[in-house]
């Protein structure tokens, strides 16, 4: 009975997991060196996407570490669509609560965030989607920051 029971919970514990990211379409990292995220550098991720009857939620993940020397992240968002369209946004991300704790899960000297950028958003055309991030602090070059990356998720 105890062995039914271990493989029941077992069962439910691993597809529990597997749900959790259903909903994901796309998720990727930028890895920036030991030496920082420069100002120049534009982190472009490239999407295929042929949903466009459901709308979406975009995500940006930030992993930074404990020695980043700011509470937040400022950064210009582009989005360009497969009909030339592009827009661009600029963003405020907060990392750090008033108290100076860091925000998000960590582990160690690393903490990582997944910050709702845009929700229920509809791609109205199939095909590539260039989604493009730039630091957008004044540091030529952006100490502390390890990752950065999007994630899109279907809203249901």
């Not at 039914?4 to 890895?31: H, N, P, W």
């Not at 958003?121 to 952006?142: A, S, W």
Request: aromatic residues 12%; charged residues 25%.
């Amino acid at each position: 009975m105890k062995r039914v029971l271990i493989i029941a919970l077992g069962s439910l514990l691993i597809s529990g997991i597997i749900s959790c990211d259903r909903k994901r379409v796309f998720e990727s990292y930028q890895t920036f060196g030991e030496k920082g995220w420069h100002k120049d550098s534009v982190v472009v991720f490239n999407v295929e996407l042929t949903d466009t009857i459901r709308n979406h939620n975009l995500y940006v993940n930030i992993r930074n570490k404990g020695t980043y020397a700011y509470s937040n992240l400022w950064l210009f968002l582009t989005v360009g669509s497969p009909d030339g369209i592009t827009r661009t946004d600029t963003v405020e991300f907060s990392l750090a609560e008033a108290s100076g704790r860091w925000k998000g899960s960590g582990i160690g000297d690393l903490h990582d965030n997944q910050i709702l950028y845009k929700s229920s958003v509809y791609f109205p055309h199939k095909g590539e989607y260039t989604f493009q991030i730039k630091q957008g602090m004044r540091d030529n070059v952006l100490e502390g920051i390890r990752d950065i990356g999007i994630r899109i998720e279907k809203t249901y």
